[in-house]
């Protein structure tokens, strides 16, 4: 059994000699969901998983506590015949496989295949600093793995540093204290499937940006030979608009510029306006990583969008 990642893709080969063809029986959460039939290639036949189990994956913020980490049971069966196109007689018996799929990516370098280690896994992304950075009297979470399990460790409003649940990590607890500006808060689904937070501590702007489209009508009245100079000519429809924040981090660990790439590369962003949570998309598209060498102290700008229109439209 393995951990993979949904977001890259993940190859089961079968090599048996003599074979001309295979056939993968997919089930994903309980249900068979794909039978697919390959010819081989020198005696080889490759399926690819990944991305046929990630359309099965639920987006999940977590609740207000971060309570709940969806994942996706996958498993397989895979036939190998004599003949072409799953003819002939069968070889041997079936191969099977069990994994479960965690929302998360590997990164080019990291090459084919790259899974989590089940039996040792940090899920919450420090950039490796075990730092995380949170609001005075703020209350949050942290995720590991152990053995196969996902521990989620509770972070309390006070704590100061805090052991996993797993007992394979401790964590600093860095309490920021922001007079001026309120926080914002955001969770993402980080790279590797695991919901996370982040706060941003220094100025945060909201703005509105809309759209429309307009066409022009005759407004001249027959009946009198004459119009309204109070109509409207041009004829607005089809206007919304959506909700753009910027948000300032404060200033951060060097280390943490991965953390900044994962929520920029991250499908699943909200932010806690308020008791109000936004679905968002991260607009920013670009960054300058910064150094304490170059820049001596380390602080970024993201800007995010609502990921909904203002006006309802949904049919």
Not at 36 to 42: E, R, Y
Not at 85 to 113: K, P, Q
Not at 166 to 183: E, L
Not at 188 to 193: D, L, Q, T
Request: proline content about 1%; some cysteine.
């Amino acid at each position: 059994m393995a951990q993979i990642l949904l977001r890259s893709p993940y190859f089961v080969t079968i090599t048996t000699a003599s074979h001309l063809s295979a056939k993968l029986e997919l089930t994903i959460d309980g249900t068979l969901r794909y039978t697919i039939l390959k010819n081989a290639t020198s005696n080889r036949t490759v399926f690819e998983i990944a991305s046929l189990a990630k359309d099965y994956y639920t987006e999940n913020y977590g609740g207000s506590t971060g309570s709940t980490f969806d994942t996706v049971a996958i498993s397989g069966s895979i036939t190998k015949y004599t003949g072409l196109n799953g003819t002939g007689s069968t070889i041997g018996s079936a191969t099977t496989f069990t994994h479960t799929g965690f929302y998360g990516y590997s990164e080019f370098r990291g090459g084919v295949n790259q899974e989590l280690d089940a039996d040792d896994e940090e899920l919450t992304n420090t950039g490796n600093t075990r730092i995380i950075y949170l609001p005075d009297n703020t209350a949050s979470f942290a995720w590991d793995m152990n053995s196969g399990t996902k521990f989620k460790t509770t972070i309390s409003t006070s704590a100061t540093s805090v052991t996993s649940a797993s007992g394979n990590y401790t964590w600093t607890i860095q309490r920021v204290c922001s007079a001026k500006y309120s926080h914002v808060q955001m969770r993402f689904i980080n790279h590797k499937g695991a919901p996370q937070d982040f706060y941003f501590f220094l100025k945060s702007v909201e703005s509105v940006n809309t759209k429309s489209e307009t066409f022009t009508r005759n407004i001249f009245n027959y009946s009198s030979s004459n119009y309204d100079a109070k109509s409207h000519q041009t004829l607005t429809f089809n206007k919304n608009g959506r909700k753009r924040f910027t948000l300032n981090t404060d200033y951060l660990a060097e280390a943490y510029n991965v953390v900044i790439e994962d929520i920029m590369l991250s499908e699943y962003v909200w932010i806690f306006i308020g008791n109000v949570v936004h679905p968002v998309t991260v607009m920013t598209s670009s960054l300058t990583k910064k150094t304490s060498l170059n820049d001596k102290l380390i602080q970024y700008t993201l800007e995010v969008e609502d990921a909904n229109d203002i006006i309802n439209n949904i049919v």
